[in-house]
């Protein structure tokens, strides 16, 4: 543990940022494996209606600094491509 006042509060700091950040990637990893899941049980129509939920929470996490835009870009890329090729 810091001993001086402004490293206290950037630990604290730290802490909440990476709170945020876990929720923001639990969020759009759940969202990037619903559209999986639902390719993967040939449900065409329902992974069609979750991309765009899935292309936001990436969106949302690369803008706030959660993930790096190259692999939000990445990650909707390939969702796009299993899309198209089950389809």
């Not at 909440?16 to 639990?26: A, L, P």
């Not at 890329?77 to 899309?83: D, I, K, M, P």
């Amino acid at each position: 543990m810091a001993n001086i006042k402004s490293s206290i509060k950037r630990w604290h700091q730290s802490l909440k940022r990476r709170d945020r950040n876990r929720s923001r990637r639990t969020t759009y990893r759940n969202a990037v494996r619903s559209v999986r899941e639902a390719v993967a049980a040939g449900d065409l129509d329902k992974a069609n209606q979750l991309m765009p939920a899935a292309f936001s929470a990436l969106d949302r996490a690369a803008k706030t600094g959660a993930i790096h835009a190259g692999t939000a870009d990445r990650g909707k890329r390939r969702l796009a491509n299993l899309v198209n090729k089950a389809s």
